[in-house]
Each structure stands twice: as structure tokens, then as C-alpha cells.
């Protein structure tokens, strides 16, 4: 298995609270990904990273910002936590575009 | 734009039944095409993948053979297990952009022993 690792795997907070989701590889993999699981609606994309310090926007990055300061780490922040924003959250990555992706087990956020 | 388009489910078997999952897409150019499996409370895995027309990708007794013709990649299994229990997803992949990277809604499969 890759090794993935997103922390926390659970999180309850309150509307209006800053959020960070934070996602640690082990595989030296140039290519980062966040994304949010809905029912009906599969996975979307909200931002990547392809390199350090270089990131860009998916489909559904507004309310969102990410980080890349080291190969390894990815965070996700929500400045300002919205309860459309209760989702599980899922971490991925890949060695080139096109690539399979490889996943991580995903952290479940519940804004209230 | 590129889209996926999935059977709805849930889908309940019996073990050993046959299984089909439909999926067709709409995309501009080749895209590679692949089945991920997600089982409860993990990420998911790739299942198979096909890179090109009439390609067959296989994987786990799991085959789906890349129909440019009907733009369709539908699973099959011919005996499904009760540890076949996920929810199902196809996707493409344009490989231009990690915005081309496209996911069906899922389909969530449940066998009965």
C-alpha cells in the first residue's frame, strides 16, 4: 500500500471555525491531490499540488486554500468552516498526470 | 467537458452470481479509463485500468474491455464473493491536466452469502 497518512481521521467543529487537513506520503511522488467525497456525486477536485509551492485550483475550491511547503506534506485549509463543507475528505497521490492515483483513508469532517 | 456515467445502485448478488457494473463517458480525444474500489472506511484502490481501444484490463476476476465504439467500460465478474462488498467507481483520464482526472458517482455493491 502507499503510504498515505491523513490526520485527523474524524473531526467535528462549528461553522465559522478555521480547519486544517493535513495529508503526509512517504513516496516521493511529485503529484498531490485533495478531494471531497458527496453522495451522488463521486470525488471532486479541489486543488493539487504539482511540486512544492506549486499548487492549482480543482472544480470545487472555493472556501478552500492548500499548502505545499515540503514534497511530503499537503494541507487543506477551510478558513472559515461552512456546514456545506461536511464531507469526507480524501488525499491522493500520483508519480505523473495520468497516473492511477493512491489514496488515503480519507478524514470525515462535520461542521455544525 | 468529460463525463462519467454509471449504473445506479445499490446492487445486491447472491455469492457466485455475475456481476455487471455500466459505465459510459463522453471525453474529447483517448482517455484512459479505470474501475477504483472502495470498501468501507478506506480510500479507494485501483481496480483495473485500460489505456486504449479494445484494451482489456483485468484485475481480481474483474475484466473491462475499453469500447471506444459505444464509449462504454463496464465491469464484470463472472462469481462475486461476499468480500466483493464496495462501492464501485469508473473514471478517465484525459492525462492533460489533474483537472481531467473525471469519477463516476460510484456504485455500491452488496453480496449476500
Known amino acids: 500500500d502507499a503510504g498515505i497518512t491523513q490526520s485527523p481521521r474524524h473531526k467535528v467543529t462549528e461553522t465559522g471555525t478555521p480547519v486544517t487537513l493535513r495529508c503526509h506520503q512517504t513516496?516521493?511522488?511529485?503529484?498531490m491531490y485533495w478531494y471531497r467525497q458527496d453522495p451522488g456525486h463521486g470525488l471532486r477536485l479541489i486543488h493539487y499540488?504539482?511540486?512544492?509551492?506549486?499548487?492549482d485550483k480543482g472544480e470545487v475550491s472555493d472556501g478552500y486554500s492548500v499548502s505545499r511547503s515540503k514534497t511530503e506534506d499537503f494541507l487543506l485549509t477551510l478558513e472559515s468552516a461552512t456546514s456545506s463543507q461536511t464531507s469526507v475528505y480524501f488525499c491522493?497521490?500520483?508519480?505523473?498526470?495520468?497516473?492511477?492515483?493512491?489514496f488515503g483513508n480519507g478524514t470525515r469532517l462535520t461542521v455544525t | 467537458g468529460n463525463s462519467v456515467t454509471q449504473m445506479e445502485g445499490p446492487v445486491t448478488l447472491s455469492e457466485e452470481a455475475f456481476l455487471t457494473i455500466n459505465c459510459t463517458y463522453t471525453?474529447?480525444?483517448?482517455?484512459?479509463l479505470f474501475w477504483y474500489v472502495q470498501y468501507p472506511g478506506e480510500g479507494l484502490q485501483l481496480l483495473l485500468k485500460?489505456?486504449?481501444?479494445?484494451d482489456k484490463g483485468s484485475n481480481k476476476g474483474f475484466e473491462a474491455t475499453y469500447r471506444k465504439e459505444t464509449t462504454s467500460f463496464h465491469l464484470e465478474k463472472g462469481s462475486v464473493q461476499v468480500s466483493d462488498s464496495a462501492v464501485y467507481f469508473c473514471?478517465?483520464?484525459?492525462?492533460?491536466?489533474?483537472?481531467?482526472?473525471?469519477f463516476g458517482s460510484g456504485t455500491q455493491l452488496t453480496v449476500l452469502p
Open positions: 491522493a497521490i500520483s508519480e505523473e498526470l495520468g497516473s492511477p492515483l493512491h
Open positions: 513516496e516521493n511522488h511529485r503529484y
Open positions: 473514471a478517465l483520464s484525459d492525462g492533460g491536466s489533474a483537472r481531467q482526472l473525471t
Open positions: 499540488s504539482y511540486g512544492v509551492k506549486d499548487t
Open positions: 485500460a489505456t486504449k481501444a479494445d
Open positions: 471525453a474529447t480525444g483517448y482517455p484512459s
